[in-house]
């Protein structure tokens, strides 16, 4: 959701927090926004005096969507306790299953793999979660997980679970390595769960700087729910080095193509391997660079096993 619609949301939560949207509330809610726009301009705080001109698909699906969540939370008032317990399950499995990063273009070998998870915040107290697993099944096949789940200022909930198979494109010995992956599962959209199926190629390979190891990575997918979820694309790309055999830092950078928008952050990150090297503990902090949003902090735990 990008930084308009995510405005639009929140303007809506803050006015009317339980109360379903009707057309004229819509109309005079729109009308503050367009004043709160030409208030922000006369204040040279925004530039853009088209911005709340009329409402945005995305924020019509997404009040349609609503009306009926607050429905059946107004009939079943368990659901809302509900979905606060999802929110504290989702923390409880990001701190207790620890990895390392995403492989990209590396198959784990049989039997062997990892989990990937982190907790990240910002300023405005914005909450997300994610985990990632990988396992080996064989030399050419690892089966994986990619879920997420966040919450912002206003309750708003929203996330994504893929269960994936990768596999080679090409042989696995070469210095440029090359892998695929297909998954299917859902999009969570206030308090609906769209179906949706992912594809995906990633790139990578081994680099050395004088007397330091380390590798670069390329992930792209593309990512299809049912509406009124928009298409996304993806392209993220990493670069890491090894400082010491304990310590290294990364460098990624994560574009998301979604609603005919463009998404970009920068993540720089630095992480440490206490004891005898299975888990990584990950310090990040993420910067928007396109498309709005707030610098976050992100904290993150890796295991191999």
Known sequence: MNVLHREEVRFFLLSNLRKPVTQPLLQGSIERLQAAGRTRDSEGLRTQKTAYRQPSRHLINWIQLRNQFLTNINHNPL?????????????????????????????????????????????????????????????????GADISYGVDRTSFQEGSGIAFLRFPLGPTDKTNKWAAHVGVGARYLAGFYLPAAEIGVSWGRGIQWRDKYGWVNIDTSFNRARAPTEDRIKFDGTVGMGLSERSKVMLQMFNTFEGGETFTKLAPSYLFSPGGGKTTLQLSVEIPLAGGGENTLKLGVWRDF
């Open 79 to 143: 659901q809302g306790t509900l979905a606060m317990r999802c929110l504290i399950f989702a923390l409880v499995l990001g701190l207790a299953c620890a990895s390392t990063a995403q492989a990209g273009a590396w198959l784990r070998s049989k039997g062997g793999g990892f989990t990937s998870t982190s907790v990240s915040t910002n300023a405005a107290r914005e909450l997300s979660t994610s985990f990632y697993l990988e396992y080996g099944l064989s030399k050419n096949f690892t089966l």
